[in-house]
């Protein structure tokens, strides 16, 4: 089953412009992580942030975790054409580094 | 470092028969999944290892065999592949620290037809 769920479940947006891409998940939590995927391509880790943080930074993308509210949001600044993809969070729990569930996914359109 | 590979790329097969999906990593890493992604669904865990010679099943592991003779590889095979069978498949595997959860490292990918 789902754990996390992003919304929206598409963006559109013009180049230059801040995209926020939220997801919710159901259960406790030891860590969430954000993934991009490019169409056809495997997934590329973007962030990882643990259960007692609260936001992170890497580049132009800022993450927020809120676990009283059980959710994330991922903000990329300045989105370039190049950051089109889906991005997907995925979130690990229990005593478990490495099964991850991963939410649908939100498809980023960055038009030039 | 190759990273995680996966071979075949592209498969067509018949309602019946089986074949494995191949995976391999040359970043020594403890941790090997299998996931399916299907349109609207996200990825979805078929089985995983912690080490080799230890699987143990994930959220869709029916219909998928695994075994894991070697930390390097980490085939899935298909017993008598269904057309609910078609789907991309991913191969990952992360590293362990005392530090907790690690990045996954993704392969290709193989596309699946089951006819």
């Known amino acids: 089953s789902q754990q996390g769920e992003e919304d929206p479940q598409a963006l559109s947006i013009q180049e230059g412009e801040n995209a926020t891409m939220n997801c919710s998940y159901k259960?406790?939590?030891?860590?969430l992580q954000w993934y991009r995927q490019n169409s056809g391509r495997g997934l590329v880790h973007l962030i990882l942030i643990r259960s007692n943080e609260r936001e992170k930074h890497s580049g132009r993308l800022r993450v927020t975790l809120d676990t009283s509210k059980k959710s994330s949001s991922l903000l990329i600044t300045a989105s370039r054409a190049a950051d089109t993809a889906s991005y997907f969070c995925?979130?690990?729990?229990?005593?478990?580094?490495?099964?991850?569930?991963f939410g649908k996914g939100t498809l980023l359109t960055v038009n030039p | 470092n190759a990273g995680v590979t996966q071979t075949p790329k592209f498969q067509v097969l018949k309602t019946g028969q089986s074949m494995t999906l191949q995976c391999a990593q040359d970043?020594?890493?403890?941790?090997m999944s299998w996931y399916r992604q299907d349109p609207g669904m996200g990825l979805r865990l078929i089985h995983y290892s912690v080490g080799a010679g230890i699987t143990d099943q994930g959220e869709v592991p029916n219909g998928y065999n695994v075994s894991r003779s070697t930390t390097e590889d980490f085939p899935l095979r298909l017993l008598s592949a269904a057309p609910s069978q078609t789907s991309v498949y991913f191969c990952?595997?992360?590293?362990?620290?005392?530090?907790?959860?690690?990045?996954?490292?993704f392969g290709p990918g193989t596309r699946l037809t089951v006819l």
């Open positions: 970043m020594n890493h403890e941790y």
């Open positions: 995925a979130t690990g729990s229990g005593g478990s580094n490495y099964k991850l569930t």
């Open positions: 259960t406790s939590i030891n860590n």
């Open positions: 990952a595997s992360s590293y362990a620290t005392s530090g907790g959860a690690n990045e996954q490292f």
